[in-house]
């Protein structure tokens, strides 16, 4: 089913954390942000591992806990 821009806006509510991630070969970048699109935590350079991910892990919860 194909969605309509305005239903996909309306599924962001105030608690919705919003991470995007560049990734590239080795090193990866992450940022997280609120509903509104502001920052909630500086940029977190982590790396293609599993350490790096658990890292990622623990940042996003870490975003969250300060939004919620």
């Known amino acids: 089913m194909k969605r309509t821009q305005n239903e996909k ?14 990734i590239g070969k080795e090193t990866h970048y992450a940022r997280a942000f609120d509903y509104r699109g502001i ?18 892990d623990r940042w996003m919860l870490n975003a969250c806990r300060q939004q919620c």
């Open 9 to 22: 806006i309306s599924q962001i509510k105030i608690e919705t954390l919003i991470v995007g991630i560049d």
């Open 39 to 56: 920052e909630m935590s500086k940029l977190l350079i982590f790396s293609n591992t599993a350490e790096g991910f658990e890292l990622l």
